[in-house]
């Protein structure tokens, strides 16, 4: 069984930061990336930022040079720092685990969201 517990979210104003944390637990055998994403009502959910366990990470066109994900491999942990956020940013974020089982399979996790929101 495997958990992520997502904290950080919360309201602020436009040009403001929030720093988005995400925690796995449980029986991991072996990360391949963790990452985060987001989703509004009626739209599918998007990429926000990647990072392997390698270390290599990819971003959304519309978050480069403001957002940076970054991962503490040793606490299993994924963070989001969010910079000169915009209204259009608001969203529920998730945080998603993505691993290789002792079988060779790929299975992806999910965290329980946590809302962010940008007032104008």
């Known amino acids: 069984q495997v958990q992520l517990v997502e904290s950080g979210g919360g309201l602020v104003q436009a040009g403001g930061s929030l720093r988005l944390s995400c925690a796995a637990s449980g029986s991991i055998f072996s990360i391949r990336a963790m990452g985060w994403y987001r989703q509004v009502p009626g739209k599918e959910r998007e990429l926000v930022a990647r990072i392997t366990s390698g270390g290599s990470t990819n971003y959304a066109d519309s978050v480069k040079g403001r957002f940076t994900i970054s991962r503490d491999n040793a606490k299993n942990t994924v963070y989001l720092q969010m910079n000169s956020l915009k209204p259009e940013d608001t969203s529920v974020y998730y945080c998603?685990?993505?691993?290789?089982?002792?079988?060779?399979?790929?299975?992806?996790?999910w965290g329980q969201g946590t809302q962010v929101t940008v007032s104008s």
């Open positions: 998603s685990l993505s691993t290789i089982s002792t079988s060779g399979y790929l299975n992806i996790y």
